[in-house]
């Protein structure tokens, strides 16, 4: 999934993902991240979309305090370090090669008063999902995880179990290829989508999806609503 090495003699311009470690000023903090590219691929250095992801949770455009997210395809674990030093209680999540590496990063950056607001775990899209209750987050953070066209349905199936109607999908990509937009079309059968954030500069586009209600969940609350004698949208 985010365990793909890339040549670096075909990216030269990439040279700064080589460096062993990234610096941040975020959240107040100063965050310092390992990064392992010859080991572990795109999946320990640190992508635009993190950083503009980051930035957008730091200007308060999500609602993170006390509330339950969990971050897809962590990586060096940036996002969510910022999503819980800005207060949410997070399950940061990879496949199983990159945890030891994320759980260094994580230990390295979250202060002891906090510990308890974090925990790292192992999330292999579409697999034992069962380990994970269905609708259970308040909030899903992804960074640059819509980019292999294989792990799109495995995704889709992951986002599904993991958000009820009130569940916010947040996720920051770069759109490279017809198939990226391809991703977001089957995103919104599913989810109502919404852009609500581009950086320009480092062309990054963020959305937000929330999880269409079934026919049988909405009928469940016209019901509800009708019985307490409330009046229908559209009713005079």
Known sequence: MALVPYDENVLPALSKLHQT????NLANHRIRLSQDWKRLG???VVWDAAVVLCMFLEMGNVDLKGKKAIELGAGTGLVGIVAALLGANVTITDREPALEFLTANVRENIPPSQKGAVQVSELTWGENLDLYPSGSFDLILGADIVYLEETFPALLQTLEHLS?????????????????ERFLMELRQRF??????????RDIHIYRAVKNRTNAELSLSLTSVASEGLPLIGQN
């Open 42 to 44: 795109v999946a320990a």
């Open 192 to 201: 109502s989508v919404q852009e609500v954030h581009y950086d320009s500069q």
């Open 164 to 180: 009820s109607e009130n569940t916010v999908v947040v996720l920051s990509c770069r759109i490279r290829y017809e198939r990226d």
């Open 21 to 24: 470690s990234a610096e941040f």
